[in-house]
Nanobody, 123 residues
Framework: VQLQASGGGLVQAGDSLRLSCVAS????????MAWFRRAPGKELEFVAS????????KYADLVNGRFTISKDGPKNALYLQMNSLKPEDTALYYC?????????????????WGQGTLVTVSS
């Protein structure tokens, strides 16, 4: 299954943006999907994850309360609603998938990756 991320762009601080990640095939209920991001000059970091079957979610502390991860099962689509964006949210955002728990936040635990979509937040 290939993952295609989209929705990035240039916004101002305080604005909102919704990222999408569409899979080329069915995402089964034993899968977990996640968003990661890589800011300029920094390492890849976990943003949020969701268990496909149950909808249970997990968030990084930095985005908790501002970002919402969600899914559309029939469309095999993953979303990240980002509100109250800050300049420090500027990064290349990636969607990723794995089999099993969504509680794992290390990128090495995810084996299926989409290409990144760039989010730039100006001050």
């Amino acid at each position: 299954v290939q993952l295609q991320a989209s929705g990035g762009g240039l916004v101002q601080a305080g604005d909102s943006l919704r990222l999408s990640c569409v899979a080329s095939g069915r995402i089964f209920t034993d899968k977990s999907m996640a968003w990661f991001r890589r800011a300029p000059g920094k390492e890849l970091e976990f943003v949020a994850s969701i268990r496909w079957g149950t909808g249970s979610t997990k968030y990084a502390d930095l985005v908790n309360g501002r970002f919402t991860i969600s899914k559309d099962g029939p469309k095999n689509a993953l979303y990240l609603q980002m509100n109250s964006l800050k300049p420090e949210d500027t990064a290349l955002y990636y969607c990723a998938g794995r089999t099993g728990s969504h509680y794992l936040t290390n990128e090495r635990d995810y084996d299926n990756w989409g290409q990144g979509t760039l989010v730039t937040v100006s001050s």
